[in-house]
């Protein structure tokens, strides 16, 4: 299957800053990612979806102007965490689709994201 | 919404025994279905999928067959193996053109015991 590379898979940092984690489809074009948080035991929680080009949309309860997220190109999306606290602490999975018809979407190896 | 519920673990068994883990779904229209596994420390990896009724995915010895009627995709394995042991996540993309984002169950968490 098609990859989807995620960097980097541990981050630690201090409470203030800001930290950027990447997404890139490696063999195929990403019209659409989705960027995922996962709470410990629990599934995934869906955080926002973006689009090449254009700007991302948010689920409902996910602060934008904490979770910054940049689609550029059909192969990188990013993910800023903003003034991170502890309560940011967790594991971040970005997944990839391609256009047309597929259903499929591909998924990054997750950030494991502490914040001290 | 559409939506999926998955049984919930956890799971313990041991080698050789028969797997099954539940998941149902809501759906509008004509979702596609997928299982999903999340070994330790790791992102998801698919394991299988289905995109119309009837249609049976297969991987690894895992089997899940989608059924419109009970609108379920159940996942199974004949003899698990320790190596199965993990995070197990079903999941639906709602149907149509207009593909949106995948919705997934909460997880199972199967460890398997030598």
């Known amino acids: 299957g098609a990859v989807v590379s995620q960097h980097p898979s541990r981050v630690i940092c201090k409470s203030g800053t800001s930290v950027k984690i990447e997404c890139r489809s490696l063999?195929?074009?990403?019209?659409?990612m989705f960027w995922y948080r996962q709470f410990p035991k629990k599934s995934l929680m869906l955080m926002a979806t973006s689009n090449e080009g254009s700007k991302a949309t948010y689920e409902q309860g996910v602060e934008k102007d904490k979770f910054l997220i940049n689609h550029a190109s059909l192969t990188l999306s990013t993910l800023t965490v903003t003034s991170a606290h502890p309560e940011d602490s967790s594991f971040y999975i970005c997944?990839?689709?391609?256009?047309?018809?597929?259903?499929?979407?591909?998924f990054g190896q997750g950030t494991r994201l502490t914040v001290v | 919404g559409d939506s999926v519920t998955q049984m919930e673990g956890p799971v313990t068994l041991s080698e050789e025994a028969f797997l099954t883990i539940n998941c149902t779904y809501t759906a509008t229209g004509y979702p596609s279905l997928f299982w999903y596994v999340q070994y330790p420390g790791e992102g998801l990896q698919l394991l299988l999928k289905a995109t119309k009724a009837d249609d049976k995915g297969s991987n690894k010895g895992f089997e899940a067959t989608y059924r419109k009627e009970t609108t379920s995709f159940h996942l199974e394995k004949g003899s698990v193996q320790v190596s199965d042991s993990a995070v197990y996540f079903c999941a639906l993309t709602p149907g149509g053109v207009n593909n949106n984002d995948m919705r997934f169950g909460a997880g199972t968490r199967l460890t398997v015991k030598p």
């Open positions: 997944s990839a689709r391609g256009g047309g018809l597929s259903t499929e979407a591909f």
């Open positions: 063999d195929f074009q990403a019209t659409t």
